[in-house]
């Protein structure tokens, strides 16, 4: 399967880079433009500027929270009622 390179993609969104890569949780924004911020996702711990490596290092780094319980990085600033599932529904189609 041929690897998407979403900087390239003239679809790309901007409000997708409000969500996280790895998760989905909208907690960005992770890109300004094209650019990294300097968010950190508090839900799954991932670092905008420490990008994984292209689709599939996003998929491990995904399959690896997820195996480890999907635990959160900031446990305080989970939200009451908070659904796994329903967040990663959320993923931008780029990055599932």
């Not at 997708?16 to 996702?41: H, K, M, N, Q």
């Not at 690896?64 to 635990?71: P, S």
């Amino acid at each position: 399967m041929e690897e998407i390179d979403p900087m390239k993609t003239p679809n790309r969104s901007n409000d997708d880079e409000e969500l996280c890569r790895v998760c989905g949780y909208a907690g960005g924004p992770f890109f300004e433009g094209t650019w990294p911020s300097s968010a950190i996702c508090c839900c799954c711990g991932w670092d905008a500027q420490t990008q994984a490596a292209g689709l599939e290092g996003t998929r491990e780094l995904r399959g690896y929270w997820i195996g480890q319980g999907a635990r959160w990085h900031r446990p305080k600033e989970r939200p009451e009622g908070w659904d796994l599932y329903r967040q990663i529904q959320d993923i931008p189609e780029l990055w599932r």
